[in-house]
């Protein structure tokens, strides 16, 4: 299994929410490279990205410098999500060293429009879905959609077969240190054949054990990580 540590960025600096409130921040520092050297010396291979300051309609580029100075400093794929929402965007991160590239409200609001750039940049992109109760949130988590999670993943691998991933967040256990929402990811799991990318709550080593258990390919991990809950270089033992 994939481990992908995350570094969530806003103002540039390194910082997580609580249920995506943007009330409810913790900032790390001030460097995200620090973190991701971190990261990347406890034996991390890959990083996942947030840029909280894109996803919610603020300045697009507040965090591309850093994220351009992570991909440098460390030369490991960067996948990343954030107000991914045009092909002028998925251009830019590309060329700025982004590996991989989450879209989440675009998907859902334009899957025929998601699904053309899946096929003009086969492998790019994955589809970030991010559930309340089942049902899909958007515009950094603000609006909540009356489309399932499962609909929307069964929609966009009708449309393409060049769809990267998809990550799944329970948006109830995204910074709340209480597990991953299981039945959940088992039910879109069990929905497509889409690479499934666990995210949001992982928070012990057994939630990772349970996660390889179901054969999960990757998984993201965020404030455990940051809070000392869990060793980095212990959990990538379990994964791998």
């Not at 390194?14 to 973190?35: A, I, K, N």
């Not at 967040?169 to 889409?194: H, K, S, V, Y």
């Amino acid at each position: 299994m994939e481990i992908w540590p995350a570094i969530d960025l806003r103002h540039g600096k390194p910082v997580r929410l609580r249920q995506g409130d943007y009330d409810q921040q913790t900032t790390f520092g001030d460097d995200p490279v620090e973190f991701a050297k971190r990261w990347q010396d406890s034996g991390a291979d890959r990083l996942h990205l947030v840029d909280l300051d894109a996803a919610r309609g603020d300045d697009p580029a507040a965090n591309r410098a850093a994220v351009e100075r992570i991909v440098k400093a460390t030369g490991l794929p960067c996948q990343m999500g954030g107000g991914v929402r045009d092909e002028e965007t998925i251009v830019a991160l590309i060329d700025a060293g982004v590996s991989r590239l989450v879209v989440g409200s675009r998907a859902l609001k334009d899957p025929e429009w998601f699904t053309a750039m899946c096929d003009a940049y086969p492998g790019k992109l994955a589809a970030g879905i991010d559930a309340r109760d089942g049902l899909v949130a958007t515009q950094g988590w603000l609006e909540t959609s009356e489309v399932t999670a499962i609909e929307l993943a069964k929609t966009l691998r009708e449309k393409t077969a060049n769809i990267a991933a998809i990550i799944y967040t329970d948006i109830a256990r995204d910074g709340m240190m209480q597990g991953p929402n299981f039945d959940g990811l088992g039910e879109m799991a069990a929905a497509t054949d889409i690479p499934l990318v666990a995210s949001g709550g992982v928070t012990t080593y057994e939630d990772v054990e349970k996660l390889v258990a179901m054969k999960m390919p990757a998984a993201i991990i965020g404030r455990s990580l940051y809070d000392g809950v869990m060793d980095l270089s212990r959990v990538l033992e379990i994964a791998r």
